[in-house]
């Protein structure tokens, strides 16, 4: 199984980025997919998730508003619009997906997922 992310860059404060993960080797269509972020020196943390049985999206209090977490169970793949980006919003934004079907209260934990995209770098700059 692989996630292959993309879409990271260099943006200014107040600019949008659009990541992509590809998933590969099974399919996710009914487990939460999602996107955590690593900043230097930081814990990774959680920013987004889509959980698929329940159709349902969450988000990180620091993201929410301006992040917009998407899916496309066809392809396999689930995306994470990125608008307002501010500067601490700079960090390593990794894709996720769970072999398990994931409680409310389990959502937001790292170590409840399984498999882990290579990570993606985001800049923003003042």
């Known amino acids: 199984v692989q996630l292959q992310a993309s879409g990271g860059g260099s943006v200014q404060a107040g600019g949008s980025l659009r990541l992509s993960c590809a998933a590969s080797g099974r399919t996710f269509r009914s487990h939460p997919m999602g996107w955590f972020r690593q900043a230097p020196g930081k814990e990774r943390e959680f920013v987004a998730v889509h959980r698929r049985t329940a159709g349902a999206t969450y988000y990180a209090d620091s993201v929410k508003g301006r992040f917009t977490i998407s899916r496309d169970s066809a392809k396999n793949m689930v995306y994470l619009q990125m608008n307002r980006l501010k500067p601490e919003d700079t960090a390593v934004y990794y894709c996720?997906?769970?072999?398990?079907?994931?409680?409310?209260?389990?959502?937001?934990?790292?170590?409840?997922?399984?498999?882990w995209g290579q990570g993606t770098q985001v800049t923003v700059s003042s």
């Open positions: 996720a997906a769970s072999s398990g079907l994931l409680i409310v209260s389990e959502i937001r934990r790292k170590d409840n997922y399984d498999y």
